[in-house]
């Protein structure tokens, strides 16, 4: 008898109750994905969280008592310690909602017409540790809202004082992530093996005290090493 992998917990955090029990169709049937419980409001998500102790939890943005993006920070903020993977599923147009939560702890986004295929799969990506960011939704959207707040800051950014810790090739290495390269990709192109790319990756985020690759691209595109024109 072969014995089968657990499967994914996954948490539903969202006020339609329409949307919300598609999600729990289309989740639950699937072998490796088990809906253990669901939330209408920003409050409940938090205190399912820690309750039901999910692997993936399936946010939105835009709820009652408590917005996606502070039960993120909650959830898998700065702190924050065995804490699931967040993955925002939201409409386009509220980008700069969609950056505060990538920067809140979120480790990738779907919009919410994507279609179901495609969120089964965001679920598993960011359930193995992965980032959920497109290339040029990355450059659009978390580029183009980056470049509005760096702006507008009265101040240089700290987020550049950061960046000093890392080396020359830790600096090329983060510029190719944030354009949104997977490490077979960046190896490619500065020839180098997947394993070296990967132990690059893993020094940058030690150093830089991420969690992810998707709060590295959110800080490289905040501090300005990368612009939405690259």
């Known amino acids: ?5 657990a499967p994914i917990r996954v948490l539903i955090c969202e006020d339609q109750a329409l949307v919300r029990a598609g ?3 289309i ?7 088990e809906v253990v419980g669901e939330a209408a409001d920003g409050l409940a998500a938090v205190a399912a969280t820690r309750s039901l102790q999910p692997n993936v939890v ?6 009652p008592d408590l917005d996606g993006i502070e039960a993120t920070r909650r959830i898998a903020g700065p702190g924050t310690t065995g804490s699931p993977k967040v993955l925002v599923v939201t409409t386009f147009n509220v980008d700069g909602y969609v950056y505060e939560a ?40 978390i580029g183009q ?8 800051a009265p101040t240089a950014s700290p987020d550049l004082d950061r960046l000093e810790s890392l080396a020359p090739r830790e ?7 944030a354009t949104g390269l997977s490490n077979a990709e960046i190896a490619a192109h500065l020839v180098l093996s997947p394993e070296t790319v990967k132990t690059y990756v893993s020094r940058i985020l030690t150093k830089l005290d991420l969690r992810d690759r998707v709060q590295a ?12 024109d690259n």
Do not use: C, H, W
């Open 217 to 228: 691209v959110v800080l490289s595109y905040r501090a300005g090493l990368v612009t939405a």
């Open 102 to 141: 990538l920067r809140a702890g979120a480790s990738g986004f779907l919009l919410k017409d994507a279609p179901p295929a495609e969120l089964i799969n965001g679920v598993r990506t960011i359930a193995r540790g992965e980032s959920l960011l497109a290339p040029a939704v990355t450059r659009t959207l």
């Open 145 to 152: 809202y980056a470049e509005r707040v760096r702006s507008s």
């Open 23 to 25: 999600y729990v169709t």
């Open 1 to 5: 008898m072969i014995d089968r992998p």
């Open 58 to 63: 399936v946010m939105d943005i835009q709820m």
């Open 171 to 177: 600096l090329e290495v983060l510029k190719l992530v």
């Open 27 to 33: 989740f639950s049937a699937q072998p490796d994905l």
